[in-house]
């Protein structure tokens, strides 16, 4: 059974104590990528995952990573 976790007012997923979900670190570059726009990750393959590049990038979420751009 899929758990399906509500939206808040923003549109954005939220776990069930309210916080803004996580990206998983196994995300494609290739799907935020879709998501959010070719300029994602430049430089990185689209088979890379989000963990590795926030590890080299030495960065803590996906959102520190699309305000570096």
């Excluded at 758990?3 to 939220?14: A, C, I, Q, Y």
């Excluded at 935020?32 to 989000?50: F, I, M, Q, S, T």
Aim: no cysteine.
């Amino acid at each position: 059974m899929t758990k399906h976790f509500p939206k808040g007012l923003d549109g954005r997923m939220r776990d069930h104590d309210g916080e803004i979900r996580r990206k998983r670190s196994d995300t494609r570059v290739g799907t935020l990528r879709r998501e959010y726009g070719d300029w994602v990750a430049p430089g990185y393959r689209a088979d890379a995952k989000l963990g590795t590049v926030l590890r080299k990038e030495k960065l803590d979420s996906l959102d520190q990573l699309l305000k570096n751009r």
